[in-house]
């Protein structure tokens, strides 16, 4: 079984630039979240999607942050016009749907730096 | 309101002993679940266990042995006979349950165990 595959692993950006982060999850699992982790914190919660839908977006989310899952497979996360704040490790996870006791498997993260 | 609590930042241990790491947790809902996972220096976050909040049995898998006590609201993990594989940063989580099933996770901000030769 593959797991979750997260792309790039590492971006340099300058400050004011747009990124975008790719993730595929386990195949099979409907459902698909995008984490923020900093330096010595643990993860927070961003937004999740049940196959193609967006169910949930945390106030963290700010306008500059966009996340599609198009067909219900891939996700993307962009962040337009980044800020030096946007500095982060982002993790996908994935699971299956079925109620609320899933586990989420996590990808190895897209390391994030803004020059 | 949820909140996961690590209260230890760091633990050095040498190699052979046992460590426990904390967790204690709030939460309104009576339907939730608890989690453990390992973040070794590579960086991606390894599922440990699951429990949920209608199941308080202890779990022993090999050396990882897991105390879940809904009366104090702790989620405690222990290491028995540490090795230096066990480095890493651990971070106990909580899922809370709702009507759409969501299941975003609430993180502490974990506990770094360093085990010494």
Not at chain 1, 36 to 44: F, I, N, V, W
Not at chain 1, 49 to 74: C, H, T, V
Not at chain 2, 62 to 80: C, E, V
Request: negative net charge.
């Amino acid at each position: 079984d593959t797991g979750v595959s997260q792309d790039p692993r590492h971006k340099i950006t300058k400050r004011g630039q747009n990124v975008t982060f790719r993730c595929d999850p386990i195949s099979e699992h409907n459902r698909l979240y995008w984490y923020r982790q900093t330096l010595g914190q643990g993860p927070e919660f961003l937004t999740y999607f049940q196959n193609e839908a967006q169910l949930e977006k945390s106030r963290l989310l700010s306008d500059r942050f966009s996340a599609e899952r198009p067909k219900g497979s891939f996700s993307t996360l962009e962040i337009q016009r980044t800020e030096q704040g946007d500095s982060a490790m982002y993790l996908c996870a994935s699971s299956p749907s079925v109620g609320i006791s899933d586990t989420q498997y996590f990808g190895p993260g897209t390391r994030l730096t803004v020059l | 309101a949820q909140k996961v609590t690590q209260a230890q930042t760091e633990i050095s241990v040498v190699e052979k002993e046992d460590v426990t790491l904390d967790c204690v947790y709030e939460t309104r809902d009576t339907t939730y679940y608890l989690f453990w996972y390992k973040q070794p220096p590579s960086g991606e976050l390894v599922f440990l266990i699951r429990r949920n909040s209608f199941d308080e049995q202890n779990e022993i898998s090999g050396r990882y042995s897991w105390n879940f006590q809904k009366s104090t609201s702790s989620f405690n993990f222990t290491i028995t006979a540490s090795q230096v594989v066990d480095s890493a940063v651990y971070f106990c989580a909580l899922s809370e349950g709702d009507q759409t099933g969501a299941n975003n996770l609430f993180f502490g901000t974990g506990t770094r165990l360093t085990v010494i030769p």
